[in-house]
């Protein structure tokens, strides 16, 4: 396309290497920029007669959440512009979300949105949904895993690919998705959400982040994108490490699910693998993914602490050493929810 933005190029070349080239993919779509740039090049691929994409299918998923007045006018808008660019088949679907949720509206609308994809998938026969997170999603995401003091995989940002989920924008920023959306002349929604310093990553995205960039440095985005790869592989290789030392030291459960892991090869491992193991037991015991703080008190029972526990771990999944002259001695137990 002659006098088309490079990220034009760029986002076609990226939307070909994630969508299913046998099947249907949707389209994630709220009307923004970023959803219509990732809509636009899906439709590029949607309308190939011949080539690797010649098979795939686009069809897209609009999720009304509910929160905005005009939510509904919003979705009937953008199902209009993604049947104008020829995707098939187009559904609205609802998110049920709680603004009064203990976990905060960010998560809950999350929450409602990825569920709300899954039913779309079910109901519509579609095996991958494309995401149009950008870079400039990515720099949020990093700089929040740090204000938090999370580790290595929250530092490692938004994966491309998870599950049926794929990220194909995330080399792309806000701005290259805003000049694909002018050159092909569509009209976005600016969800007035983005820029409410109420909600965290609105702060981040508004306030925090041009500060940085202002004060800082102007390529301290690129930084923090570079962060997050660097992270992840970094993340990728301690969990494969992990995981193979996960069953060297682990007995077989017994009848209730109770789990033990052997003390004194669990401490000779670097703590880096070792928080990494005793979360591997706890998820395998039933639990949820555990927090930094829970597996440093969990951690303390294999290093030496006094105490032998419990220490209650997410989804009530307990965790003790055993104790002198009983035979769980010499190992740390993981008690599942119901045992």
Known sequence: MAGAPSAWH??????????DPQGLSLVACSGGADSLALATAAAW???????PSAEARLGGVVVDHHLHPDSEEVAGRTVGQLKDLGLDPVRIFSAEVDPASPVGPEAAARTGRYRAFRQAMADLGASTVLLAHTKDDQAEQVLLGLARGSGTRSLAGIPAARGPFRRPLLELSRADTEAICAHHQLKWWNDPANADPRFLRSKVRAEILPYLERELSGTVKDALVRTARIAADDADYMESQAKEVFPALLEDPDPTGTLR????????????????VIALAVAAA?????????LTAAEKLVTGSRSAGPVEMEGHVRIRRGA??????GKLVVVPPSG
Do not use: W
């Open 324 to 329: 002198r002259q009983t035979p769980d001695y």
């Open 45 to 51: 691929h949607h309308q190939r007669t011949t080539g």
């Open 10 to 19: 760029a986002a076609r070349r990226a939307v070909g290497e994630m969508l």
């Open 286 to 294: 039933g639990g949820a993914n555990p927090s930094f703080e829970r």
């Open 261 to 276: 892991l052997h003390l004194k090869g669990l401490r000779a491992q670097p703590p880096a693998i070792r928080r990494r």
